[in-house]
């Protein structure tokens, strides 16, 4: 199921991003050699954000890169770990790697920090329906 | 022209990788969102390599992700800057970035280093064709 809230685009346009956000997608092809493309809505403001699949396995592993079209330079190179630990939960672990700590920082401060804990609560409440 | 003998698929199999390997193409879209898959073929070797082209902007950047199969989990992320220096010459800078120091090691175990510098001279005798 959290792999699927991940590669489905109707279940990850639930809730990937801010509350109060509404994710419209422009193209969503969530598997090897795939790509996607969607912008963040909300009242007077849209952020786009693009990037392509490297590498998607069922229920493991995806690896992905990830631009926000107001840094079109930065690109991050994004692993996210899919792990049972039984008992009907998964543990996740995505890392984001970035080319400087200039890059770094420039992600951090764009806001994203507040999109990727709200989102992560969202995905939650997903699950929990 | 150096952008093109990297977009073109049959352009660059003229010239990627070692010497005395012939390059076979399962699939080359070099452009935004597409992806790539090839073997790297020598007398009983075959070695095969996939990645994702994130972003592809005509006679200036490519960033794409790399993977050697036969290092599964090492994902590099490659920036490729076209730079016109006057006089007909271009100046190509390519980077990779990898999430650890074992990963680096790796790739550099891997003999990459042989088809990284005999690839480059076989590019620079395609141009002067």
Redesign the interface.
């Known amino acids: 199921m959290v792999f699927r809230a991940h590669t489905d685009p109707e279940l990850f346009a639930q809730w990937n991003g801010p509350r109060r956000h509404r994710m419209e997608t422009d193209?969503f092809d969530c598997s090897?050699?795939?790509?996607y493309?969607y912008r963040l809505v909300s009242e007077g403001v849209e952020a786009s954000f693009?990037?392509?699949?490297?590498?998607v396995r069922p229920s493991e592993l995806i690896?992905q890169?990830f631009?926000f079209v107001g840094e079109p330079d930065g690109?991050a190179?994004e692993?996210i770990v899919f792990e049972d630990i039984g008992d009907g939960r998964t543990r996740l672990t995505a890392?984001s790697?970035v080319?400087s700590f200039e890059g770094r920082d420039a992600f951090v401060a764009s806001g994203m920090e507040v999109g990727v804990r709200e989102g992560y609560e969202r995905l939650d409440e997903l699950l929990a329906r």
């Not at 090897?32 to 790509?35: K, V």
Request: no cysteine; aromatic share 10%; hydrophobic share 30%.
């Open positions: 193209h090897t050699g795939g790509s493309r693009f990037g392509s699949f490297h590498e690896v890169t631009t690109v190179l692993r890392t790697l080319d």
